[in-house]
């Protein structure tokens, strides 16, 4: 517990791993302590899809530390591999979007039409055509169960566990010292500076402080006098083993989806319910997963369901994490509430928070991530995607 530590990251997660190996690649001594272990953070616990993120004049903010965030990925995966051997499979295998009925397929002429506008390559596919492009579909479309939607070339898909093995792997290469099954039981505030923070295992002190703890960054934020929204938005997930992939590329309707994975495995989710801090699954989620799997492929006689799980989501109150100095707290920061985009935002969220902690310019605008905004402060709920 004495050695001497430059940042402290609280929080294990993709977000905290990833501002945890940008600081030492800057020659920081950082430390980083987690609640949680391996599998059981929201991060592990995701599907990795990653739409596409054109930039385009008078994008919002969010969708600009998308794209940033999007170019930094490229160029980490290869990195990552290079420094660790992981590979962390992103991939841009791109996303068919389809729609299940008439009203459905209007959203989708909707969003294919904002897709366009915004730069992205987006092409519709009638119904016939669908099944060209993913013959394991054939039966679905037949049935009526698919009436049309479009193809994202450029989507892509990356596989969490292992970039978060990638992630771990680097930052200990890197010379950070991670402390798993650390949960923090307070945090230390005087004068204006946090003093140090107290976890089940002793008091941890630094120089500077970082909160990036998920869901639970709400309630830890207290003590530093901020107060914003990351409940918990629970996600079911299903991975089914097969003897062989039978899609090429992910599958989306509404806000479900099928993924493929380089080893035959596919994985399907994924449920929105705000269920507190409840990580376990439960017997209907999963039955409507493979429901929705089957209604897609057919019985798949050969699959076997090898695992599910459950993530908890930080909600935001505004859909923008917050990210940036806690206000009146000179040492401490906040990388908190992406929701659904966590995994995405991961690398342009550790560069910016980075650069805001060594006082260098900054490569897009950090003002509409500022923690104490009003849109993210006492706001009374979180703000959720229409399904």
Not at 18 to 37: K, M, P, T
Not at 185 to 198: S, Y
Not at 200 to 211: F, H, K, P, Q, S
Request: with cysteine; proline share 7%.
């Amino acid at each position: 517990m004495a050695t001497p530590t430059d940042c402290c990251i609280i929080g294990g997660g993709v977000i905290g791993l990833s501002i945890a190996r940008e600081l030492a690649g800057r020659g920081l001594r950082v430390r980083v302590l987690s609640r949680d272990r391996g599998r059981d953070t929201a991060s592990w616990a995701a599907a990795g899809i990653f739409p596409p993120a054109p930039t385009w004049p008078g994008a919002p903010p969010g969708d600009l530390l998308t794209a940033w965030s999007d170019r930094l990925h490229r160029e980490w995966a290869e990195a990552l591999r290079e420094e660790t051997g992981i590979d962390n499979e992103l991939r841009p295998a791109g996303g068919l979007h389809l729609a299940a009925d008439a009203p459905g397929l209007e959203r989708l002429r909707e969003a294919a039409a904002d897709w366009q506008r915004r730069g992205a390559a987006c092409e519709w596919v009638e119904r016939d055509a669908i099944a060209r492009i993913e013959p394991s579909l054939a039966a679905a479309i037949e049935r009526g169960g698919i009436v049309g939607g479009y193809l994202l070339p450029e989507e892509m898909s990356i596989r969490p566990p292992r970039h978060l093995a990638a992630l771990e792997a680097s930052c200990r290469r890197r010379g950070v010292e991670i402390t798993a099954g650390a949960a923090v039981t307070g945090i230390e505030v005087r004068g204006g500076r946090v003093e140090g923070v107290a976890t089940t295992g002793g008091i941890v002190r630094a120089e500077t402080y970082c909160l990036a703890a998920g869901a639970w960054s709400e309630a830890l934020a207290r003590p530093l006098g901020l107060r914003f929204a990351t409940r918990p938005i629970r996600g079911q997930i299903v991975l089914l083993a097969l003897p062989q992939q039978v899609l090429g590329r992910v599958v989306n309707v509404g806000l479900n989806y099928l993924v493929p994975r380089d080893d035959g495995r596919l994985l399907v989710g994924s449920t929105l319910e705000d269920a507190g801090f409840a990580k376990e699954t439960t017997a209907e989620a999963i039955d409507w997963l493979l429901g929705f799997a089957h209604g897609l492929l057919g019985d798949l006689p050969s699959a076997r369901m090898e695992q599910a799980w459950a993530g908890l989501r930080p909600g935001s109150a505004d859909g923008l994490p917050s990210i940036g100095q806690v206000p009146g707290i000179a040492n401490a920061f906040v990388a908190a509430g992406h929701f659904r985009a966590g995994l995405h935002q991961s690398t342009g969220t550790a560069v910016l928070l980075a650069d805001l902690m060594a006082g260098a310019a900054p490569a897009i605008d950090p003002t509409p991530f500022n923690p104490a905004r009003p849109s993210a402060t006492a706001a009374a709920g979180v703000m959720l995607p229409a399904g």
